[in-house]
């Protein structure tokens, strides 16, 4: 089982990063995906999850407006499209695998797997 974050870099205020989650080992079409960060010295928090048929997105109030999650299952892949990116967005990101959907056990953290995680900075 391997879920691989990438798509992280350094990028100006105001700028825009794709991130995606490959997924391998596991039936992809059957998990909620969830994205999450952790800034140094801060707790993680969930930024967005996606359902398993991509139905069904939620994301941090933070991010709303800003941030796009999708699914492409034939890819086994998640996306997280990070546009007008601030300095408070400056984590390390992480996609994380639910069975039971985005509800509070994946909201928890609580997640089947867990892939590593891709650095975003945002800096002048």
């Known amino acids: 089982v391997q879920l691989q974050a990438s798509g992280g870099g350094m990028v100006q205020p105001g700028g825009s990063l794709r991130l995606s989650c490959a997924a391998s080992g596991f039936t992809f079409g059957h998990y909620a995906i969830g994205w999450f960060r952790q800034a140094p010295g801060k707790e993680r928090e969930r930024v967005s999850c996606?359902?398993?048929?991509?139905?069904?997105?939620n994301y941090v109030d933070s991010v709303k407006g800003r941030f796009t999650v999708s699914r492409d299952n034939a890819k086994n892949t998640v996306y997280l499209q990070m546009n007008s990116l601030k300095a408070e967005d400056t984590a390390v990101y992480y996609c994380?695998?639910?069975?039971?959907?985005?509800?509070?056990?994946?909201?928890?953290?609580?997640?089947?797997?867990w892939g590593q995680g891709t650095l975003v900075t945002v800096s002048s």
């Open positions: 996606i359902g398993n048929s991509g139905n069904n997105r």
């Open positions: 994380a695998a639910g069975r039971s959907g985005c509800g509070l056990r994946l909201l928890s953290g609580n997640a089947d797997y």
